[in-house]
């Protein structure tokens, strides 16, 4: 079993930076691929990135590309994502995922899920 809890969400106004953070408790975390999602109110979960359990697979979604680096620390059991130039578009609950297999874009192939944590991008 793991658990997941996210935290470093909050208001940031267009072109700032945000980093997420994924503090995971279960002695398995460090083999599990992680994902992180996000949803605004009247959407759908969307795939934003994702990291293999060694962090040699990192992939994600084209809006995200160059604004957007996931990265992990086994060590302390947390997964990272930073966040750069921001835009209001960006404007979501972020969510951290977990799966025991490799890295994956898709919501319904992971396991665990953190609770999620607020980013909103003010114009």
């Known amino acids: 079993q793991v658990q997941l809890v996210e935290s470093g969400g909050g208001l940031v106004q267009a072109g700032g930076s945000l980093r997420l953070s994924c503090a995971a408790s279960g002695r398995t975390f460090r083999s599990y691929a992680a994902g992180w999602f996000r949803q605004a109110p009247g959407k759908e979960r969307e795939f934003v990135a994702a990291i293999n359990w060694n962090s040699a697979n990192r992939y994600y979604a084209e809006s995200m590309k160059g604004r957007f680096t996931v990265s992990r620390d086994n060590v302390n059991n947390t997964v990272y994502l930073q966040m750069n130039s921001l835009k209001p578009e960006d404007t979501a609950v972020y969510y951290c995922?977990?799966?025991?297999?490799?890295?994956?874009?898709?919501?319904?192939?992971?396991?665990?899920w953190g609770q999620g944590t607020q980013v909103t991008v003010s114009s």
């Open positions: 995922a977990a799966r025991g297999r490799g890295a994956s874009a898709s919501p319904q192939q992971y396991d665990y």
